[in-house]
Each structure stands twice: as C-alpha cells, then as structure tokens.
C-alpha cells in the first residue's frame, strides 16, 4: 500500500518469510473463515492434531472450566484502567455467563447489523444535493468503483450512457469525491489524495508545495528520494521531508480502505450477506464492581476475542514417532506435513497475541465510546495504534479488517468503526440539528460546533450532514412545513 511506503519512520522492513507470511494471512481472517482454514488443515495434514483438552492461549496452563485463564486474565485484576482480555472458544460466545453481574438486559432488537456497502454510503450522503437524473449519474459512478474506492470508468463514457453534459457529470464526480471517505470516486489516487489535500486545508495547515509533491513527485516521495523532490519543488531537503511525513501521515491513495478495510471486503463480502456483521469476532461487556479495593463505581471491560476451535493444536505423537522409522520415500513428505503443523500452530499463537494486544490498547483508549457512544469516540489512526503497539501499519489493518465487535449495548459493528476520525463529530451536529427550533445552515452549525471545540469548515459540515442522511437546511424548513 502506498502510503505504507511513504511513512518517513526509520524502521526496517521485515524479512518476508513463511511465517511472516502465513501470520498476515491468517490475522486479516475473521474467526468463522479461520475455524474453516483449521478444519481444512485437520482434514488435509495427518501431522496435526485438535487436543480436547483447553490450554490457556498465552502461558499454555491446562483450563479445567469457561472463561480466562484465573492466572493470565484473572477477572479479579481487572479495574477501570485494566480491562480484562482473552482468547476463548466461538461456542462461549453466545452463552449465559454468570459473571456478568449487574449488566443491562438486551433486547434481540439491539442486535443489530450493520449492512451498507460502499455504493450505498457514500449515494445516500450525496442523494439529497442532486435531481433524480443526477442521482442516476451518482449511482452509475459508484457502481463503477474499484475495490480501492477509484473510479475505473471514463467519465465521458458514464456521461454519454446518462445521456448528460460532461460537465454535469464532472458536478456529480466533485460532489462524490467531496463525500466520505474523501478523494471515493477519483480516477487515480493521485488525484484522490489532492482532493483530501483540499479539504485537509480547510481546517489545519497543510506544508507549503505539498499539493505540487502530490501532483508532480508522486514517484519521489514513494521511494524516499527526498532531495530530488526538493530541487524538484525548490525547497529545502527539511522542508521536502516535513512533507513526506504530512502525506504518509494524513493523505490515502486508496479511499475505499479508510472505512472499508483493506480488500473488496464490501463488495464481494465472505460472510452470508453482503458487508453483513452478524456474527461478532470479538465481545465487549461490562464487568460491573470489579475494581472494589479502590471502591470505584466505574465497570472493567471485558474483552473476548474469539478462538476457531474448542481444544488445542498440537502434532501428533503418533505422528512423530511414525516420522523416526519412515521409508525414504515418505520421509521428505512427512516432515514437510510436520513442518507445516508446526508453522500453523505458531503463526495462530501470533495472531491470538496480536489481537489481543491490540484490543487491549483499542479499549483503553476508546473506554468512552464503548460504554457511552458514538460521540464520545477519540479520533485514532491505524498508523498510532501501530506505532504505540511498535507493529507495521498493515499489520494493524490486516487485524481490523473485516472483523466485527460487539458492545456492551449489544450492537454489532464493524472493528473499523473505532478509528472514524469524525464519529463524534457527526454526532455533536446530529444533536444540533435535533435540537433546533429553526432550520440551521451549514454555516450556523460550523459556528456552533466550534464553540464545542470542533473546528470545521461550512463545506465539512455540508459533508458530514450529507453523511448522516440529514437534508440541507432549506429541505428540512420544507419539510417541517
């Protein structure tokens, strides 16, 4: 991914190898599509083998009952500050647990799903700005997207189909760009990152001559030629560095993935509907008085992360000693089969670790939007949670993606759901809008949200209004007519 390459952080790339590899692909799988990775491999390689018996994921201490570890994740330990974080059976997952003291009745209603895909998100912010016949353009653009949010048809061509001017379909394309995730829709990531430059400007200061890097440098600032694209832009080599960082940093070339992950997950979805969270890989809840030597009233958080299995992966013993007496022709082969048991076993113990070191840190520092909402999310980048964790930003993605939580309130959704820069945003403006007695536009409702202390442009605001679906003002005096 390109703004991977761009990141000016000194860091050595790691050494691609069999596990490095098979570990990445096993953490961008959610539990479901793991468990059948575990069952094909139980299937196909006779050196592996599921113990019946339960061995704590992280000190491989033998669990006699449910539930964590009592010595690695003792529910005792667990206080406001320290959630509580383990690995544990999908069969666990949707059972009564008597520990949960005090949490709140959940209705099957509150089980919700979120299922909009890409086309659908971004049509619904822009559907109320434009006539029918415009909205028909719209549709025809998003529909023409590629998994990474760009635009693969000519514009002129979409133009002729809708029997429209060029330039009206160039309207639409600008107010799709504009939309979130911003830059959706554009022919080329170039482009799409000039249009967040664009916006971006708005509202922070944006180095000098970082619109020109973008546009003119693209091939400079990917292979780290910072002196080049200084002579090139006629700055100073600080200077031509300080923009390096702002674009790795704030710009994406692919659009789709800063909401949607990073692969076709939303358009050509695994699970049984499309973009559909049903089920849940990981599970929030309340442990409610957990912190009683300080007598705090605020509740711990638990933490499941779901295991494919119910047992332990090991090689068989059997096997094993079957190895030591093998016949020439089959010895190659067997151990390869034990070789491949071994790697599995590993790079699943990884995944577990980096999960749960993950989730560990996204609860604290999200502890507010878990237990009260949408509006009280910390704005949080992958590319942060990758530094304080010290892992690759893609390895962080490849964790998020696709994977489903589920709250303590019982809604289910998606992991990325936790780094919307502008949740709590959209939300403050939601309440604004609903408490009105009149109409606001987009320019009172900018003023009244930098009173509390969201700094945002007229054309932001217009754009996180489309987001959630709310009419521009003259529309909703309309309605309420």
């Not at 793991?34 to 069952?39: G, H, I, K, P, T």
């Amino acid at each position: 991914m390109l703004i991977h390459r761009l990141s000016t952080n000194v860091r050595t790339a790691p050494t691609t190898t069999a596990h490095l590899a098979q570990t990445m692909s096993l953490l961008e799988l959610t539990s479901a599509e793991l468990q059948q990775r575990v069952e094909s491999e139980l299937a196909n390689n006779p050196a592996l083998e599921l113990l019946e018996e339960n061995h704590c994921p992280t000190c491989n201490r033998l669990l006699r009952g449910r539930g964590p570890c009592p010595v690695c994740c003792n529910p005792r330990s667990a206080t406001a500050d320290n959630p509580l974080v383990y690995c544990t059976h999908r069969e666990e997952f949707f059972t009564p647990r008597g520990s949960h003291a005090g949490e709140e009745e959940v209705s099957a209603e509150d089980y919700t799903a979120e299922t909009t895909t890409l086309a659908e998100f971004v049509l619904r912010q822009v559907a109320a700005e434009l006539p029918r016949n415009e909205q028909l353009v719209a549709a025809h653009i998003l529909n023409s997207l590629d998994e990474d949010g760009l635009l693969q048809t000519p514009l002129v061509e979409i133009a002729r189909y809708q029997r429209v001017s060029l330039s009206v379909a160039r309207k639409v394309l600008s107010l799709i760009q504009h939309a979130e995730p911003l830059g959706v829709g554009s022919p080329s990531s170039q482009e799409a990152m000039l249009v967040q430059l664009e916006v971006l400007a708005e509202s922070q200061a944006v180095p000098p001559f970082a619109s020109e890097a973008v546009a003119q440098g693209m091939d400079l600032l990917s292979h780290h030629k910072y002196g080049e694209l200084a002579r090139l832009l006629g700055v100073s080599l600080k200077d031509s560095k300080e923009i390096a960082r702002f674009v790795a940093q704030n710009l994406n070339p692919f659009p789709a993935r800063a909401h949607w992950g990073d692969s076709a997950a939303h358009n050509n979805s695994h699970r049984s509907g499309e973009g559909v969270y049903y089920t849940p890989d990981v599970i929030i809840s309340k442990l409610m008085n957990a912190d009683k030597t300080t007598g705090s009233q605020e509740p711990a958080l638990m933490v499941e992360i779901a295991m494919p299995y119910a047992g332990t992966l090991r090689v068989n013993p059997m096997f094993r000693k079957a190895l030591q007496e093998a016949p020439e022709n089959k010895r190659e082969d067997w151990m390869k089969d034990k070789e491949q048991a071994l790697l599995l076993i590993k790079c699943i113990q990884q995944r577990n670790n980096t999960l749960v070191r993950m989730m560990r840190l996204l609860t604290i520092l999200q502890r507010n939007f878990i237990l009260h909402g949408d509006e009280h999310l910390a704005p949080l980048t992958r590319a942060a949670i990758a530094e304080m964790l010290e892992l690759h930003e893609s390895t962080i993605s490849r964790a998020v993606n696709d994977k489903a939580v589920q709250l303590p309130n019982g809604h289910i959704a998606p992991l990325a759901k936790f780094f919307d820069r502008s949740l709590h945003i959209r939300s403050a403006l939601k309440l604004i809008v609903e408490k009105e007695t009149r109409p606001l536009s987009d320019s009172a409702i900018s003023k009244l949200l930098e009173k509390e202390g969201f700094v945002v442009a007229r054309r932001t605001v217009a754009k996180y209004r489309m987001m959630e679906g709310i009419l521009p003002a003259h529309l909703r005096r309309a309605t309420a007519i």
